[in-house]
């Protein structure tokens, strides 16, 4: 099956930095999503992005799928950004296959 | 989007017991997903619920442990029967939609305590 993982598995910000996360799969897939799971468990959709770029505020994402990578970039990283970043991916049916996940605390 | 509410959010229970957990969505759907996240774990897909036919499961997981009925497009339960102590995670219902994108949408959890 596809493999997915995510880097880097921790990482420590400052208040007003800015971040880079990165999800590499292992094969060719058509579907690729990346979720915020706050710190009550709620997983939060921040991006549906199989191929291309997408900006919402602080936030963008980059998939280049020929290379079988995405990255979210997060931007003036706020304490509310803390909590843990999926990458989930899937080929033809929804059966999304999730990484391994970066957890995120942004230190006042 | 879907807006998804499960039942209960959370509960505490003893090992040999059984919980049945609810997923209701606001329209309907076709694609319904159950999950378990284990603590400090990623998610993993435990089964398709499917309408008005049995549930598909993933390798790893049996109908007997986890029963499945999918009565309508908007409702799924999900059973964990005969608790023990290592089926303590979160339980995550899923939608799938396919307008304007192939998107999943997932229900708030409910936090399961097995002693």
């Known amino acids: 099956g596809i493999q997915v993982e995510q880097s880097p598995p921790d990482l420590i910000l400052q208040e007003g930095a800015n971040s880079t996360l990165r999800c590499n799969f292992s094969?060719?897939?058509?579907?690729l999503q990346w979720f915020h799971q706050n710190p009550w468990g709620q997983l939060i959709n921040l991006f549906y992005?199989?191929?291309g770029t997408k900006q919402n505020g602080r936030l963008s994402a980059t998939t280049v799928a020929t290379e079988r990578y995405s990255l979210l970039y997060i931007s003036s990283s706020q304490t509310t950004d803390s909590g843990v970043y999926f990458c989930?991916?899937?080929?033809?049916?929804?059966?999304?296959?999730f990484g391994t996940g970066t957890r995120l605390k942004v230190l006042a | 989007s879907a807006v998804i509410s499960q039942k209960p959010s959370r509960d505490i229970c003893q090992r040999g017991t059984s919980l049945t957990i609810q997923c209701q969505v606001d329209?309907?759907?076709?694609?319904m997903f159950w999950y378990r996240q284990q603590p400090g774990q990623s998610l993993t897909l435990i089964a398709t619920?499917?309408?008005?036919?049995?549930?598909?499961?993933e390798s790893g997981f049996v109908i007997d442990k986890f029963p499945i009925s999918r009565p309508n497009l908007t409702f799924s339960t999900l059973t964990v029967s005969n608790m023990s102590p290592e089926d303590s995670s979160i339980y995550l219902c899923?939608?799938?939609?396919?307008?304007?994108?192939?998107?999943?949408?997932f229900g708030p959890g409910t936090r399961l305590t097995v002693t």
């Open positions: 899923s939608v799938g939609t396919t307008a304007p994108s192939d998107e999943q949408y």
């Open positions: 094969d060719s897939v058509n579907n």
């Open positions: 992005i199989p191929s």
């Open positions: 989930a991916v899937g080929r033809g049916t929804y059966k999304y296959i």
């Open positions: 329209s309907q759907v076709t694609m």
């Open positions: 619920a499917n309408q008005g036919s049995e549930a598909t499961y």
